[in-house]
Structures are given as C-alpha cells and as structure tokens.
C-alpha cells in the first residue's frame, strides 16, 4: 500500500452523509474512491457512477472480501456500526467510522481487540477535529492568554425536519435521539479541550414517544472545580460553537460544522481588555479528515485518535444518558 501513494477506500452504505465524504476523497490527494456497497443495489450504482474509477458491490461482504479495498468508510445506521467495524477489521480492513463507534463501552472494546488481532486502525469519525480553526483554539489556550481553563460551554442543535425523522425514530438504547447524533460532538468537544475524561455527569432530557431523546443539556465534571456544560438538540435552530472561559478570559468557535461558503471565527477576549475577532481562511474538515487518515495508513503509524479514544467517549456519552433517565448525577 505505501507504494501506491493513495488509500483504496470502500464505503459500507449509502448514507446522506456521503454527500459531504465522497466529494471528500475524490479532493483528497492521497486517498481514492474504488467501491461503494448498499443493500439497495441501485443506491450503491448511483453513488459509484458519479465517481470513476469507483464500482458498485452488491453487499457489505462482497466489499470486504475485495482484496484491492484497504480501508472501509462505515457510514452505517449506529446500532450497526460496531458489528461492521468488527466484521472490516476481521476482513484485514483499516476503518474509519462514523460517531458512535459504537453505542457500549464492550462493543468499543471489541472493535479495538479486532483491530489489534489484524493489525489495523481504527478510528471513529468526528471530522471537526481537524479543521485548522481548533488549532487557532488551542495556540490562545496554550499561550496563557485566558489563563487556567475552567468551564467549557458547548452547543449543537438543529431543527429537524422530515428527512431526518429517522434520527428519532427509535429509542436511545438502538442508539437514537439527540445525544448520540449531535450530543457525541458535544461531549467530544468537551473531552478534547480539557484534555481529560469526566468523573461525573449530570442531566435532563425531553424524549419523543420513540424513547428517543430530542433535547438533553447536562454537565460532565472534569474535577479540580472544572465543568463541562453541553446541551444538544433537534428542537432548536441551528448552532454549533463551543466557549472556552478561563481564569484571565475566554475563547469561542463560533462555527464548529463547516459548511461549503462559511467562513471560520475565532474570537477572544481578556479581563484587562485584550481580545479580537478573528476570521479565517476557510477548510473542509471532511477532506482533512480522510487526509490525515490515510497519511497515517500511507506511513504505517497509528491516526491520531484510536480505538481507545471512542471507548472513553462511549463511557462519557453512556453516562449522561444514565443520568437523563435517572435524574441523578452518574459516574461515568
């Protein structure tokens, strides 16, 4: 594979958001499109043909059984993923998956032992990470400029409309409702900026007749007097930002989902007056993401976030979840 300079990408499914990561690896120098598999075998001839050079298989097994495939996009609905990413694994497949890996902590598990036994990565699927505006972030929080990090404040919601009804179709358990979908870049924003995992989490939450939650806010306690607070939402209109606040002053992203046409924003500011508004140049994190999932493949090292990250963050989201239902405070 080294030799070839591109990744050969299969993609499990004919999800939506392969409207945004198919586009993405076509742009990406070092990764190319070879299959697509559906179970609804027009699906995944309409989505090969808009790619050349890609085909269309007529099922999940036959993708994996390609030996010219090396790494699989698992675009899957969630109570699906951890047993694809198992089975790709198995296959001899690098995955990238989309959030959840995987909706308990022993299905993660299990996906990471898979990997280990082939010898393949895995990594789940929260491409905001790699957009540079987060990088900006994080040069005004190392710099001591907002001082010691105390409370991160993040958002995600949108208002759903009937073509992604599915998405509260069915009961938190089966992995629907909110926090699985938009509440796990929630929790992943909050784990990620404090660069820790919460002792604690506390929450409410507003459930559809489906059992599916559609508005959750809580708080992770990070210890040391450090909070996370997060509230994901298919009730609200949209937004996606996160607020760092510190001892000295604060930073927010004002944009987390990137969307062709927008334009990142940072913003700071300081108890003694200092501060700006920043406005950068524009990125897709999709196409960075598959990027720096394939250098890694390419240079035979492990991508920057593994297994073991998508199982911290599965144990994060499973106790907020908990502590919905309960109404109390759950270890997480």
């Known amino acids: 594979m080294a030799e070839s300079q591109q990744v050969r990408w299969g993609v499990l499914g004919a999800a939506r958001i392969n409207e945004r990561m198919l586009p993405a690896m076509a742009r990406a120098g070092n990764a190319r499109l070879a299959a697509v598999a559906s179970r609804r075998p027009e699906a995944a001839a309409a989505l090969a043909a808009g790619h050349p050079g890609a085909r269309a298989c007529a099922g999940y097994e036959e993708l994996l059984a390609d030996p010219e495939i090396d790494a699989v996009y698992l675009p899957l609905p969630n109570h699906l993923h951890a ?13 990238l998956c989309e959030k959840p890996l995987a909706l308990t902590v022993a299905e993660a598990e299990a996906v990471a032992a898979a990997a280990r036994a082939r010898g393949v990565h895995v990594m789940e699927g929260f491409m905001y990470r790699f957009h540079p505006q987060h990088e900006r972030v994080w040069e005004l929080i190392r710099s001591g400029v907002i001082g010691e990090v105390r409370v991160v404040r993040a958002s995600y919601s949108f208002l759903m409309g009937e073509a992604r ?19 796990s870049y929630a929790v992943s924003t909050l784990r990620w900026l404090f660069g820790a995992e919460p002792q604690a989490a506390s929450a409410r939450a507003r459930y559809a007749a489906t059992g599916a939650d559609l508005t959750t806010g809580g708080v992770l306690d990070f210890g040391g007097g450090r909070l996370g607070i997060f509230d994901a939402s298919f009730e609200c209109a949209r937004r996606s930002e996160y607020e760092v606040t510190g001892t000295r002053g604060g930073v927010r992203c004002h944009r987390v989902w990137q969307h062709e046409g927008d334009v990142p924003e940072v913003s700071w500011w300081t108890d003694d007056g200092g501060g700006a508004h920043e406005r950068l140049a524009a990125a897709d994190h999709f196409v960075l993401e598959i990027e720096e999932f394939s250098a890694a493949l390419l240079a035979g090292r492990a991508p920057r976030f593994g297994p073991e990250d998508a199982a911290a963050q599965v144990r994060a989201l499973r106790a907020c979840l908990r502590a919905a239902r309960e109404g109390v405070a759950a270890v997480a």
């Not at 047993?83 to 995955?95: C, I, L, S």
């Not at 009804?165 to 509440?183: P, T, Y």
């Open 165 to 183: 009804r599915q998405r509260a179709a069915v009961d938190v358990e089966q992995g629907g409702g909110a926090m699985w979908d938009i509440g």
């Open 83 to 95: 047993e694809w990413a198992v089975r790709a694994a198995e296959r001899g497949k690098h995955v």
